[in-house]
């Protein structure tokens, strides 16, 4: 059963694309070598990487600690059933790739609100025949309406694996904190939360840069400590895995991140900086180049 979201006439969805401001959805296209932007995200992403060079290794590597908290649940715990809040543009691997993949009967719904990567939804849509992948087209800060068209598809007499990863720091204290508070409350016992999230315990110089260019772009962009995105998981009664909240390439780091194709050296050497990241082998990074927390959680 589709969800509400891919009913929309086109037209309304170009009319409700502001391709005059960055979206950090279109932004993390960019560093992830996506197609799907504009200008203004473009711009926003060269501008972060000018700040803070190897800043790319945050976005790859939280996309990898995705890749690794999916695999870990669906292989270890046997989940079969995800929410994928604040999921993005699509691209390699997407949540129902890799869970489908070990359990062909798994079932992902994921959530966004940017136009654009509803216009894309489609791309997302394509479950094995087993399973099912379905897209709401819905706000973080609307938990209701989420958990509604969320039962759609999803069981929630059954564990489900809900994942807010590098969203939350997109959202101020005075909602964060009571949404995902309101989203753990309707989850079943055995439930994992997957969670990552940007901070300046790590490295701060590099990040407030960063965070300068992006508040600069009208986003909200708020940078927790690690005990601050552990209350995410405390204030819940949640049980965190092992090795509990750290950076985001300790998170049980396999170092297999995939290595990107790499073209002829005349062809990369005629590309712009924000151009070349797609192409960077990530699996050189150090502890100086990171400012991401992430931990996965039990429902008790």
Same mark, same amino acid.
């Given at each position: 059963?589709?969800?509400?979201?891919?009913?929309?006439?086109?037209?309304?969805?170009?009319?409700?694309?502001?391709?005059?401001?960055?979206?950090?959805?279109?932004?993390?296209?960019?560093?992830?070598?996506?197609?799907?932007?504009?200008?203004?995200?473009?711009?926003?992403?060269?501008?972060?990487? !000018?700040?803070? =060079?190897?800043?790319?290794?945050?976005?790859?590597?939280? +996309?990898?600690?995705?890749?690794?908290?999916?695999?870990?649940?669906?292989?270890?715990?046997?989940?079969?059933?995800?929410?994928?809040?604040?999921?993005?543009?699509?691209?390699?691997?997407?949540?129902?790739?890799?869970?489908? +993949?070990?359990?062909?009967?798994?079932?992902?719904?994921?959530?966004?609100?940017?136009?654009?990567?509803?216009?894309? !939804?489609?791309?997302?849509?394509?479950?094995?025949?087993?399973?099912?992948?379905?897209?709401?087209?819905?706000?973080?800060?609307?938990?209701?309406?989420?958990?509604?068209?969320?039962?759609?598809?999803?069981?929630?007499?059954?564990?489900?694996?809900?994942?807010?990863?590098?969203?939350?720091?997109?959202?101020?204290? !005075?909602?964060?904190?009571?949404?995902?508070?309101?989203?753990?409350?309707?989850?079943?016992?055995?439930?994992?939360?997957?969670?990552?999230?940007?901070?300046?315990?790590?490295? =701060?110089?590099?990040?407030?840069?960063?965070?300068?260019?992006?508040?600069?772009?009208?986003?909200?962009?708020?940078?927790?400590?690690?005990?601050?995105?552990?209350?995410?998981?405390?204030?819940?009664?949640?049980?965190? !895995?092992?090795?509990?909240?750290? =950076?985001?390439?300790?998170?049980?780091?396999?170092?297999?991140?995939?290595?990107?194709?790499? =073209?002829?050296?005349?062809?990369?050497?005629?590309?712009?900086?924000?151009?070349?990241?797609?192409?960077?082998?990530?699996?050189?990074?150090?502890?100086?180049?990171?400012?991401?927390?992430?931990?996965?959680?039990?429902?008790?």
């Amino acid at each position: 059963m589709p969800g509400d979201a891919l009913s929309q006439d086109p037209a309304d969805l170009r009319r409700r694309i502001d391709s005059s401001r960055a979206h950090p959805a279109r932004v993390y296209d960019v560093f992830l070598g996506g197609k799907d932007h504009y200008p203004a995200d473009r711009n926003a992403a060269a501008a972060g990487l !000018a700040a803070n =060079p190897r800043g790319y290794l945050d976005v790859r590597h939280n +996309r990898d600690f995705l890749r690794r908290a999916v695999t870990a649940l669906s292989q270890q715990d046997g989940i079969r059933q995800y929410l994928d809040i604040g999921t993005g543009l699509p691209t390699a691997e997407n949540v129902h790739q890799i869970a489908q +993949r070990i359990a062909p009967d798994s079932r992902v719904v994921y959530v966004d609100n940017d136009p654009v990567v509803l216009a894309h !939804a489609r791309a997302l849509l394509t479950s094995g025949p087993d399973g099912r992948t379905d897209y709401i087209d819905a706000d973080l800060k609307n938990p209701a309406h989420i958990l509604e068209q969320a039962a759609k598809t999803l069981d929630f007499d059954q564990p489900v694996a809900l994942c807010l990863v590098a969203i939350l720091h997109f959202v101020e204290d !005075a909602e964060a904190y009571p949404i995902v508070r309101e989203l753990i409350d309707a989850l079943p016992s055995g439930s994992r939360i997957v969670l990552s999230h940007l901070t300046e315990d790590l490295n =701060p110089e590099n990040i407030r840069a960063v965070q300068r260019t992006y508040t600069e772009r009208g986003f909200t962009f708020v940078l927790r400590s690690k005990a601050e995105v552990e209350r995410f998981f405390t204030e819940n009664g949640l049980a965190l !895995a092992d090795p509990g909240v750290v =950076p985001v390439h300790h998170w049980r780091a396999d170092h297999a991140a995939p290595v990107p194709e790499q =073209p002829e050296p005349a062809y990369l050497a005629g590309l712009e900086e924000i151009e070349k990241v797609r192409y960077r082998d990530i699996n050189d990074v150090t502890d100086a180049d990171i400012n991401v927390y992430a931990g996965v959680a039990r429902k008790l």
